[in-house]
């Protein structure tokens, strides 16, 4: 499939990429892995005048703890090099087990962490070609004024795919974004805008650039819905970061943002409170190869199997 | 609109080339360059059919722009072969008939061979895990497992 015109420009640091998009008077995009952009350029979904090339930008790239007490990871790191970072493995095992389970080795390789945060919602009547599109007729997300997927619905319920972010919210990681206006920090789970047509609450021009993750020891792990379990985007995904008898834990793939909930008093009462309240709050729709009331069972169980999991249990 | 001036190292051959900003790598090797060995299937980073390796990694040639690659050294399948050798993966995907169709083949060929460069002797189930990122629809991969499991111990 071939890509429609634009410019390249190849930044070398986070001020220059914000000057260019100001040139670009808003209408370019930043590019870090490509492993999401180019495929939403070549389906025409995503049309700038120019991409921005954040790649060289070396102070993006460092994986480095801090005396606060803080693990500071540069947006541009690689899925692949981050999983393979030993503090991740020996602090983080929830995000060691969604970095590993994110797509394949190979995409792994070039898909950046920053980039797996930002990375745009998913529907099976959205992620189409133009020709596809035109003759099904757009959706709210693709600027119309409707949804393909539910009769009279008003609003869109694309899917948040990043199996990062949620083990990251478990995490109380935070984001650090850089734009025309200065920068600023704030908590991954306020990023999300519950809107498909901009899923994020991110100001026009701006960067992440660091992901900022407490120092401090967890247990953990995160179970993954998906038909191959080489590749595939999550169906749903639940992960879990237990400090004591107390843990987060918050569910992705399914709606527009990911889903936190506080887990008090680690007991077979509490589990199965949590794996209900996961149950009845997930709100599937018929948008992705396995049916909604599938994957609303699954967001339940899946969230009883990673917490088991990290207390050791097994599977019952 | 304008072209950007790109230096790639292709197969130990060092290029100048003029390209289009939205041009893809893939692009660049199949019609500039002739090099028509990465294959373009999906189109949009999924199957893997496209990889080259970009530095000492596998990259999916159809989702990269060759801007982005500038300065970098790339090998495709064609350079694998050395001094009219053929490469020792080639020689064991032969031996052990790890080809059907053969769509799939010099994706398969590139990932693996990014694997044994960086790691000597890879377990099975690193090798089953590093050639689960192609698709092959065809052999059903134990072949292939089979076939860089015995390139591994050549190279070893």
């Not at chain 1, 998913?122 to 539910?150: D, H, P, Q």
């Not at chain 2, 090099?35 to 990259?59: D, R, W, Y």
């Not at chain 2, 050798?85 to 995907?93: I, K, M, S, T, Y």
């Amino acid at each position: 499939m071939i890509l429609p015109k634009f410019e390249y420009k190849k930044a070398k640091s986070v001020a220059e990429a914000v000057a260019f998009y100001h040139d670009h008077k808003g209408r370019a995009r930043y590019l870090a892995g490509g492993t999401d952009l180019i495929p939403l350029i070549k389906l025409r979904l995503s049309t700038p005048t120019a991409v921005i090339d954040l790649k060289d930008i070396e102070e993006l790239k460092a994986v480095s703890r801090n005396n606060g007490g803080w693990l500071t990871v540069g947006a541009n790191v690689t899925l692949f090099n981050l999983k393979n970072d030993p503090v991740v493995r020996e602090y983080f095992p929830a995000l060691y087990e969604s970095l590993d389970a994110t797509s394949c080795e190979t995409l792994q390789m070039r898909g950046t962490i920053g980039g797996n945060i930002l990375q745009d919602t998913r529907c099976l009547l959205y992620n189409k070609s133009l020709e596809w599109r035109i003759a099904r007729g757009f959706c709210y997300k693709m600027g119309g004024a409707t949804c393909n997927v539910v009769p009279n619905a008003k609003a869109c319920f694309s899917n948040y795919c990043s199996d990062n972010a949620p083990s990251l919210i478990t995490l109380s990681a935070q984001v650090k974004l850089v734009g025309p206006r200065g920068e600023r920090t704030v908590e991954l789970e306020k990023i999300f805008s519950g809107d498909g047509r901009s899923p994020f609450s991110v100001e026009p021009g701006e960067i992440l650039t660091e992901i900022l993750i407490p120092l401090k020891k967890t247990q953990g792990a995160y179970e993954k819905l998906r038909v191959r379990d080489s590749m595939d985007y999550p169906l749903a995904g639940v992960a879990v970061s237990v400090k004591g008898a107390a843990g987060r834990a918050c569910i992705g793939g399914i709606g527009l943002a990911p889903r936190l909930y506080d887990l008090k008093n680690i007991n077979e009462i509490t589990i199965k409170e949590a794996s209900d309240r996961i149950y009845a709050d997930a709100k599937p729709v018929s948008n992705t190869v396995l049916s909604a009331i599938y994957r609303k069972r699954m967001a339940g169980a899946l969230l009883k199997k990673a917490i088991r999991r990290v207390l050791k249990e097994g599977w019952k | 609109m304008k072209t950007i001036r790109v230096n790639i190292q292709v197969n130990n051959e060092k290029n100048v080339l003029q390209v289009r900003p939205y041009e893809t790598l893939l692009e660049t090797l199949r019609e500039r360059l002739n090099l028509t060995g990465a294959k373009e299937a999906c189109s949009m980073g999924a199957c893997g059919a496209c990889t080259v390796v970009v530095n000492g990694i596998p990259v999916r040639s159809c989702i990269v722009l060759t801007a982005e690659v500038d300065g970098a050294v790339i090998t495709t399948v064609e350079g694998l072969k050395e001094n009219g050798e053929l490469h020792p993966l080639q020689e064991a995907f032969m031996e052990k008939g790890a080809v059907q169709c053969g769509f799939c083949t010099s994706g398969m060929i590139m990932t693996a061979k990014a694997l044994l460069d960086r790691k000597k002797r890879p377990t099975k189930k690193e090798i089953v895990k590093t050639i689960s990122s192609n698709i092959c629809r065809c052999t059903g991969y134990k072949k292939i497992v089979e076939a860089v499991e015995e390139a591994g111990k050549k190279m070893a």
